[in-house]
C-alpha cells in the first residue's frame, strides 16, 4: 500500500525482489500520483478545517483500490493460504484503516514501514496535525496491534545513524517554541533534492528535517528516517523494529548502496522472514 504521493510504480523494485528473490507472490494497489488529487474533496468537508476528518468517504478511492489489489493477491492465492498486507509510510495506517472497514478474516500479517502511526500530541505550538484528525480517528477507531499466531503486526522503522540524517535539531535556541515563519512540510521530493546538494550545511539539514518530525510527534530532537521519527513508526502490541541507515522513500534511492530505502535489496532481507510463513 503507497504512501501519500506515491504511485504504483515506486515499489517496482520492491514488488520484483520479493518475487524473484523470495518468491512471494506480489500485488501493489493500482495508485498514480494524479489520483491523490482527489483527497482534495476534503477541502469541502467541514470537519477537515476543524481537524476532525474521517477516512470515509474522502478515502474511498483509496480503499477501492486496495480491495481490489487484495482481491486479486486472493485469485492468486487460490484460498490456499492468507495474505499479508505491506503499507508503507502513510499507507501503513491506511492499511489499519481497510482492515476496520473490510474485515481481517483474510489477512495474518500487517507489516508497516515507515508509517507514522501516532497522531502528534495535542496542545504544542508550531505543531499542526497534517492529517486534519484522520490519525486521531485510527487511533480511536481502529483495532488495536497485536503478535499472536493468527494476526501479526510488524512495525519496521528506520534510523539513519551512518550519514546526514543523524538526528533531527530544533530549529533555533535551545527551545522549539521559537520557530519564526510557516511550517515547511518536508516532503520526499524535497528530502532527495537535498541529498544530492552536498553543499547544504549539515546543520540547517539536521534542523530542517527535525521540523518535520516536530510536526509529527511534537519533538524535533528524535531520532527517524529522515521524514517520519523512530517513536511514532512503532505501535504498543506490534512487534517493533528498528534498521539503522535506512531512508524513508524509494524517490531519490537511484543507487541503493548509497540511499537505502525500506525497500532496497539489502534491507528486504532484514524483515522479509516475516512474510516467509
Partial sequence: MQGLGNNSADYASLQLTLQGEYGVPTVVAKVSRVDWLRNAAGLLDPSYWSGTLKPRPVLDWYLKRVDDAVQEAKAIAQGDETLSLIGHSAGGWLARVYMEEFGVSDISLLLTLGTPHLPPPKGIPGVIDQTRGLLYYVEEHCRKAVFTPQ??????????????????????????????????PVTDEVLAADVVNSTTNPTFRARFVGQGYKQVCGRADVWGDGVVPEESAHLE???NITLDGVYHSPIGSSDDSQRPW????????????????
Fill in 151 to 184: 494476526l501479526k503486526y510488524v512495525c519496521v522503522a528506520g534510523r539513519r545513524n551512518l550519514c546526514r540524517y543523524i538526528k533531527g535539531t530544533k530549529l533555533v535556541g535551545n527551545t522549539e517554541e521559537q520557530q519564526v515563519g510557516p511550517v515547511v
Fill in 237 to 239: 502490541g506490534a512487534l
Fill in 262 to 277: 525500506y525497500g532496497s535489496p539489502g534491507i528486504i532481507e532484514q524483515w522479509v522472514h516475516h512474510l516467509l510463513h
